[in-house]
Every structure is written in structure tokens, then in C-alpha cells.
């Protein structure tokens, strides 16, 4: 008889994608152009080690405000703002996205944009309101968690055109332009004064509060970046104008204005969709 050759039966192990229960590798399906799903094992270096940086940035602003140097820690809160917004734009220039980036952007965040302002804040100010205080710092941050939640659970369903409730990035530079003018304009700011301290913890809970709002904030992301009216001009020449004559104020007024300017865009888009 004629030996016909079968099929090899499927190696046990290689089901187990090689996996020798001591090696750890990440193993993701990704699309291909042609939108057939294959199998990929490693992660992207580049959006990843921005994204790290950013983690690093969140780390040692908690550990400077645990040791009292707060200027340091906005510092370092303002530069993982700026890793936050590179790591995006860098995997989507190099083709580079991954659910693995997405999911790791996510704790980053939580930890930089939630933990580490709520820190600052409690180490500043609010440690002398004992569990109130604690309290107010910790609404803060799980308000932050959920609304990295949401927005994970959301994506490609909301309108790209809007933000639901502020962003975790800006709601931690609002804090932190709070307290970075508390700690220039001290003899407004008198921390022993229970009315300031009551103020600081009323204001950390709203911002948390902000973020799980279903307040729409314009995100910018369907402006033209190569041509724009004018007018955008003189506008930002007046904004930077603004923040250069003092920085902290600036930022401060600038992301509070941005804050309130949510209520007349969520009223607008109503508006526009009840004349439909």
C-alpha cells in the first residue's frame, strides 16, 4: 500500500504559544492592511518607554510631596502631561498602537493624573483635616479611575469632537496650578485657616466630581493642525501673553475657564440636537 502522509496531529505545547510557564511575553491580534487578524507576540518600544517615563514622572511627584517639596512634584506632573500627550501621537506616526499601549497608557494615567495630584494636595493642605481631608483626596482619585474606566469602555462609540467630563491630564494640572498659586501667594493662601482648608478640599472633590460628570468639553481632536482661521492667532498671542506674565495664575485661569466652558458646550450641543 501506497503510505500517504497525514497531517501531524497539534503539538500540545505549541498550543500553549510555547509558553514555558517561567517566560512571560505578551501575545496581542492585531489587524493587518488587508484586515485579516494575526497573531503577535512582543510589545512596541518607543510609545511604551514614553509611556513608562510618564509612570516615572507620576512616581517621583508622590515621593516629593511626601517629602515636602511640592514645586518638584508639579514639575514633575506637568512632564508627565507632556509624555501623556507624545506617547499617543508617537505609536499612531509609526504605526505602533496596541491594546497592550492602551490598557498600560491607562495605569499610567491613573497613577500620574490620579494618584499623585490627590497626594499633593492632601500632603500640602489637606492632612490637617484629618479624615475629611483623606476623604476629599480619595473621591479625587476614584473619580479619576472611573473616568479612565469610561473612557476605555467608550472608545469609538462617543463623538470624537467631545471629551465626556474633564480629562484626567487636565484635572491634575488644574490641582496643581492650585496649588502651585498657593504656594506663591501665600498670604491668601494661610493653610492654618480652616476656611482654606475647607476651600482646597471642596475644590479637589469638584474637579474629581468633573470628571464623571456627562459634561461635553470640545477636545479639539476635528481642528484642521495645518490651517487655521486667524483669528486663533492673536488669541493665542494673547494667551501666552497671559500665562508668561504669570505662569501659575495663568494656567490656573486658562484651565478653569476651560472647565466652566464645558456647561455652554454641553448646552449648545443640546440645543443643536433638539432643532434636529
Known sequence: MTNINKP?????SDQNHGFDGITFEVEEEEHTHEGQKV????IYLWPNLITTSALLSGFYSIIASMNGDYIQAIYAIFLAALFDGLDGRVARAIGAQSAFGEQFDS???????????????????????GRIGLAACFVYTACAAFRLARFNVQIGVVDKRYFIGVASPLAAII??????VGQDFTYIFDLKDKAIQALNAAAIVAVGLLMISNIKYYSFKTVDRKR???????????ILAAITYNIPVGILV??????ISGFVTTFLARKNTMSE
Do not use: C, Q, T
Open 107 to 129: 495605569l499610567s494615567d491613573l497613577l500620574a493624573f490620579g494618584v499623585a495630584p490627590a497626594i499633593l494636595m492632601y500632603s500640602w493642605s489637606l492632612h490637617d483635616l
Open 228 to 238: 487655521v482661521p486667524f483669528f486663533v492667532l492673536p488669541i493665542a498671542v494673547f
Open 39 to 42: 497573531k503577535r507576540r512582543g
Open 8 to 12: 501531524e496531529s497539534p503539538n500540545p
Open 254 to 259: 486658562i484651565s478653569i475657564i476651560y472647565a
Open 175 to 180: 490641582i496643581i496650578a492650585w496649588v502651585w
